[in-house]
């Protein structure tokens, strides 16, 4: 099992920064590509930002390629997501997930995952 906890939503005018982390305990993290997706009511959890279980290679959607930067510090089993220049239609539920050794931008395919944190950028 891998435990995660989300930490660092809240409210920001558009233009705006928030820093998200995701502390992860249980299994070997080093082993784990760790991944950010969000969702909006009614919607699909969306894919956001992964990174792979060496920390080497990163992955972004398209919709935040520029803005947003995932990193991983496997010493403090915590992942981050930097997300700059934030837009109203960034607003979303973000989770934290992690599957075991390689990414995919598919939620379905991901194992453990945070209970959440609330992201919301004004207009």
């Known amino acids: 099992q891998v435990q995660l906890v989300e930490s660092g939503g809240g409210l920001v005018q558009a233009g705006g920064s928030l820093r998200l982390s995701c502390a992860a305990s249980g299994r070997t993290f080093s082993d784990y590509a760790m991944g950010w997706f969000r969702q909006t009511p009614g919607k699909d959890r969306e894919f956001v930002a992964a990174?792979?279980?060496?920390?080497?290679?990163?992955y972004y959607a398209d919709s935040v390629k520029g803005r947003f930067t995932i990193s991983r510090d496997n010493a403090r089993n915590t992942i981050f997501l930097q997300m700059n220049i934030l837009k109203p239609e960034d607003t979303a539920v973000y989770y934290c997930a992690a599957r075991r050794l390689y990414y995919s931008d598919q939620a379905d395919r991901w194992n453990y995952w945070g209970q959440g944190t609330q992201v919301t950028v004004s207009s």
């Open positions: 990174v792979g279980f060496g920390g080497g290679t990163a």
